[in-house]
């Protein structure tokens, strides 16, 4: 501080005082604000993360009115401790050195320097998730750090459609389980599963039932668990198939086996079957009337079936000895109720199994038990309805044929045959007389209720009666307890698809359509073209024309009983064995 002596004049007297002032220079200012800075590229997106793949270009905004020294851009993974450098900028550029492509992206604010840094990301892992930021630094040494950027990591080497796979629970069962598909084992390297889609086809047939984004349907994902019950019993091909958000292509198809048994459990024939069954091989065959002699409308158009599981089918009908066999069992066990003549289910269905009036099994009160007229006991088992057939089968694990199946083991790919030994009656047999039973064919058993034994027709002489033999050649099915799989099983034939007795089939009635249909098995219920199951093969009160292997009846109600209806059964090979043998579908 500086002072001055200055006279003053008081009162005629001179005074000598001090006056004290102060500097009027103001001390140095010190810049301390920090600048200002924003990541301008890439984008916050708030219900998505920007994608980066191998590169991009990252831009920053920075103002400061000392002047940007520089800018420093840093990516932070969740796992990092520290930031790792990206570039540090000197120079701005003009917003016209941005890629038109990106120049709608962003702006820049009024007044404002524009840095640009290009970060090559293949050396982070893709699906990782970092956080980008920049950092300014003006002339005075003022440091301003930016808001952050989280954006997912996608390098060319890594993009691929996801891995599909998926659980069945369980993993076999029976028509009445209810199986769930987990398909959360689906692999991805940067999609969850909840944004990953899948689709589903259940039952192998080629066509996506659930999810089809071709179709349009709704979006379902791989964190949903689905769930499924087959009213039919079959050996399911179950497809899935999943793709991610940012491959274009959808992945393979992963396919699993599903093994859906009737209610029996696994197939357990009787023993008197060991040696009757044969194997039809999957393949794809013709069915309808390629030959119209005699034919209706309902065995048309001609079409092909693709079965593709190989199943086994009785060579025979089942006959009156075995039906009598099940019968004692399933009413010592109370699981059926005879009454007025009749069997009724002892289930809350309360169907009508069987009526002896159309049967030769009847009930002798004097040994109070059932039993069979003298010498039917090889004959085909008749009176039982659609429903005492389709039980029997369930009984020992087995089901009826499909009416493809049935049709396909009566004739194979022999597109002309009308019956299973050829074209004609007469083929092989001027005579026409000797191969099947039909109305008047003059066998020994014509008559009343004139049923042959089964496997009559196997070219054997029966008194003066001579056959010749009939029925498809397919192989004996192996893996029985008389025919071991070493030996690879026998050529069987499969007898009685024309005449005898006609066959109740697993169908319900519905006309034949044109493509290729996959495992058919018609309408999935009785209410849309009536509620008739399909008979087939003609009887002994058929015209031999009744009696050809694509005849089709089609006005049976599956409680009606009759004594020229019978069955055979059928099953595919058994759970245990592996499913052994079992070809993956067509996948189209």
């Known amino acids: 501080m500086r002072s001055w002596r200055i006279p003053l004049l008081t009162a005629g007297l001179l005074v000598i005082g001090v006056i004290a002032c102060t500097d009027t220079e103001p001390p140095p200012v010190v810049d301390e604000t920090a600048p200002e800075v924003a990541l301008l590229y890439p984008p916050e997106i708030f219900d998505d993360l920007h994608r980066v793949q191998d590169s991009t270009h990252i831009y920053i905004g920075a103002s400061d009115p000392s002047g940007i020294e520089r800018v420093t851009v840093y990516y932070q993974r969740p ?20 890629p038109d492509t990106l120049q709608t992206e962003f702006a820049v604010p009024d007044g404002w320097s524009l840095y640009e840094a290009i970060w090559g990301s293949s050396l982070v892992r893709s699906g990782t998730e970092p956080q980008l930021f920049a950092e300014a630094v003006d002339s005075k040494g003022n440091r301003g750090v930016s808001s952050s950027v989280t954006v997912i990591v996608i390098n060319t080497t890594d993009l691929f459609s996801p891995v599909p796979d998926f659980v069945i629970t369980p993993p076999q069962g029976d028509t009445e389980k209810i199986f769930s598909f987990d398909p959360s084992l689906t692999e991805d390297i940067v999609d969850t599963d909840d944004v990953i889609e899948v689709r589903w086809d259940f039952d192998g047939d080629g066509l996506w039932d659930l999810g089809d984004w071709d179709q349009g349907q709704p979006s379902v994902y791989a964190n949903e668990v689905q769930t499924q019950q087959y009213p039919r019993n079959d050996v399911y091909s179950v497809r899935m198939q999943a793709r991610n958000t940012y491959f274009p292509q959808p992945s393979d198809v992963k396919v699993r086996l599903l093994n859906v048994t009737p209610r029996g459990g696994v197939p357990k024939p009787p023993v008197t079957m060991d040696t009757f069954f044969a194997e039809v091989p999957a393949g794809r065959y013709t069915r309808g009337a390629a030959n119209p002699d005699g034919a209706s409308l309902n065995e048309l158009p001609v079409h092909t079936v693709n079965l593709t599981n190989p199943y086994r089918i009785l060579s025979r009908e089942v006959t009156n000895e075995e039906y009598l066999n099940y019968l004692q069992v399933a009413l010592d066990s109370a699981q059926v109720v005879f009454t007025g003549n009749e069997i009724f289910a002892a289930d809350s269905t309360g169907y009508r199994l069987m009526d002896l009036n159309n049967s030769r099994i009847y009930y002798n009160i004097d040994v109070n038990g059932f039993q069979i007229e003298d010498e ?51 083929e092989g047999d001027p005579t026409g007389t000797a191969r099947i039973n039909y109305e008047n064919s003059g066998d020994p058993f014509e008559g009343n209720n004139g049923t042959t034994p089964t496997r009559y027709y196997d070219g054997t002489t029966h008194g003066d009666f001579e056959t010749v033999d009939t029925g498809y050649l397919w192989p004996q099915a192996p893996d029985t307890p008389s025919r071991p799989a070493a030996s690879g099983g026998e050529m069987i034939r499969v007898y009685d698809m024309s005449g005898n007795v006609a066959e109740w089939v697993n169908d319900w009635y519905g006309p034949y359509t044109t493509g290729v249909q996959t495992n058919p098995q018609g309408p999935v219920t009785g209410d849309t073209y009536g509620n008739y199951k399909v008979v087939r093969g003609g009887s002994y009160e058929r015209s031999a024309d009744g009696c050809r292997v694509t005849a089709r009846d089609a006005d049976r109600q599956p409680d009606d009983s009759f004594p020229s209806i019978g069955f055979r059964i059928a099953y595919f090979p058994q759970a245990e064995e592996g499913l052994r043998g079992l070809p993956l579908p067509f996948l189209r």
Do not use: K, M
């Not at 796992?79 to 016209?96: G, K, L, R």
């Not at 002309?416 to 050829?422: E, N, Q, R, V």
């Open 376 to 426: 039917y006991q090889q004959h085909p088992v008749t009176g039982a309805t659609w429903y005492g057939a389709n039980h029997y089968a369930i009984f020992y694990g087995c089901r009826l044929p499909t009416e493809a199946e049935w049709e396909v083991a009566a004739r194979g790919d022999s597109l002309y045959y009308i019956y299973s030994f050829g074209r004609t009656l007469t």
């Open 79 to 98: 796992t990092d401790t520290d930031p790792t450098e990206i570039a540090t900028i000197i120079n701005p550029i003009s917003f016209s050195e941005v």
